[in-house]
């Protein structure tokens, strides 16, 4: 069964720095593209981050480019994502889910999510 | 404001159909794939469609996915109370290079 748990949220202060990770199995992590989408509170979804297979590609939406770093450690079968400089824009649930039919820079469609991690921007 | 653009909600009594559309552009829907996912009320979204029309396995023939130029369609027929959920359409932005989803659309089953 096919599992993806986040872990890493909570309340931290604007201009702070929080590391999400999500630790998958009962797949081959390592034959995977990766994703982190959020979703602030009474919002919709909003990408965040794809990473490839073997980390040697990364995709983010513009807003988080330079705070924000999508990894991964196959060794351990979890992603990660770094977030510097948070904003009170970055409050959101965020999930970690799993692409399919993925052909740089994207995926078709994400077929398994985890339940997500509540992260929280606020002095 | 969403890329991809939904209606905020729908209702329909029970046994009833619904559509839910996504209307986007040619950088978007007009030239890739579109998936939609169901999120029920204080849960993680799920897969419902892929590739514009399929199912994953687990997923009932009464969801249904279509697509036509730069718009999409997801169907539901035979409601049911526990299809109350919000729905997001998905897809691939080459103009943003970026993924991009629907505002989302709330689902009322009467």
């Known amino acids: 069964e096919v599992q993806l748990v986040e872990s890493g949220g909570g309340l931290v202060q604007p201009g702070g720095s929080l590391r999400l990770s999500c630790a998958a199995s009962?797949?081959?992590?390592?034959?995977?593209?990766m994703t982190w989408v959020r979703q602030a509170p009474g919002k919709g979804l909003e990408w965040v981050a794809y990473i490839k297979q073997d980390g040697s590609e990364k995709y983010y939406v513009d807003s988080v480019k330079g705070p924000f770093t999508i990894s991964r450690d196959n060794a351990k079968n979890t992603l990660y994502l770094q977030m510097n400089s948070l904003r009170a824009e970055d409050t959101a649930v965020y999930y970690c889910a799993r692409g399919r039919y993925c052909s740089s820079p994207t995926c078709r469609y994400f077929d398994f999510w985890g339940q997500g991690t509540l992260v929280t921007v606020s002095s | 404001q969403s890329v991809l653009t939904q209606p905020p909600s729908v209702s329909a009594a029970p046994g009833q159909s619904v559509t839910i559309s996504c209307s986007g552009s040619s950088s978007n829907i007009g030239n890739n794939y579109v998936s939609w996912y169901q999120q029920l009320p204080g849960t993680a979204p799920k897969l419902l469609i892929y590739d514009n029309n399929k199912r994953p396995s687990g997923i009932p023939d009464r969801f249904s996915g279509s697509k036509s130029g730069t718009s999409a369609t997801l169907g539901i027929t035979g409601l049911q109370t526990g299809d109350e959920a919000d729905y997001y359409c998905?897809?691939?932005?080459?103009?943003?290079?970026?993924?991009?989803f629907g505002g989302g659309t709330k689902l009322t089953v009467l």
């Open positions: 998905g897809t691939w932005d080459s103009s943003l290079s970026a993924v991009v």
């Open positions: 009962g797949f081959t992590f390592s034959t995977y593209w």
